[in-house]
T-cell receptor, first 115, second 111 residues
């Protein structure tokens, strides 16, 4: 089975721009979660989607948004980029994601640099 | 909101020594999961604990879930250079779809 894929792997953007990151979960997995990883803050939860519905959202500003398509693929968007948005963005898929009870399979991440 | 604290932040050990990382939650957890992230890699699932007082072993790794389901530990016996990486615990509160990760313990093994 193919693993979680994320595109692009690397991205350099300028402050004020917007960016869209893509995630394809493992086949059959219906839950997709997004995390931001930085050296100082560790892994921070952004949001989780299941069957095209956002079930949970972390403490991030409204500039961070996401969506999930009917084939479970997911995208996240960051508008009006700030320097502090530079991070590794990780997508993780799981079978159900119900009540945090299923292990998550992480993709390789998208390394975003904002200049 | 739920907070998961993990200590120590860093640990340097000589190859062959034991290693332990501890995880504490501000709230009772429905389950706790452990992940390992190698340098330059992504987190990889190791194990999940669900029951109060549960202990699970994977070769040299021993995982424990506290009786109150608010703390957990990972112990590695006789570390090897292949154990290098950052170990994260992640907990889910009752009725939550969200996993809250600890900040991780970065393990360095000196050959």
């Amino acid at each position: 089975k193919a693993g979680v894929t994320q595109t692009p792997r690397y991205l350099i953007k300028t402050r004020g721009q917007q960016v869209t990151l893509s995630c394809s979960p493992i086949s059959g997995h219906r839950s997709v979660s997004w995390y931001q990883q930085t050296p100082g803050q560790g892994l921070q939860f952004l949001f989780e989607y299941f069957s095209e519905t956002q079930r949970n959202k972390g403490n991030f500003p409204g500039r961070f948004s996401g969506r999930q398509f009917s084939n479970s693929r997911s995208e996240m968007n960051v508008s009006t980029l700030e320097l502090g948005d530079s991070a590794l963005y990780l997508c993780a898929s799981s079978l159900e994601g119900g009540l945090g009870s299923y292990e998550q399979y992480f993709g390789p991440g998208t390394r975003l640099t904002v200049t | 909101g739920q907070q998961v604290m993990q200590i120590p932040q860093y640990q340097h050990v000589q190859e062959g020594e034991d290693f332990t990382t501890y995880c504490n939650s501000s709230t009772t957890l429905s389950n706790i999961q452990w992940y390992k992230q190698r340098p330059g890699g992504h987190p990889v699932f190791l194990i999940q604990l669900v029951k109060s007082g549960e202990v699970k072993k994977q070769k040299r790794l021993t995982f424990q879930f506290g009786e109150a389901k608010k703390n957990s530990s990972l112990h590695i016996t006789a570390t090897q250079t292949t154990d290098v990486g950052t170990y994260f615990c992640a907990g889910a509160g009752a009725g939550s779809y969200q996993l809250t990760f600890g900040k991780g313990t970065k393990l360095s093994v000196i050959p």
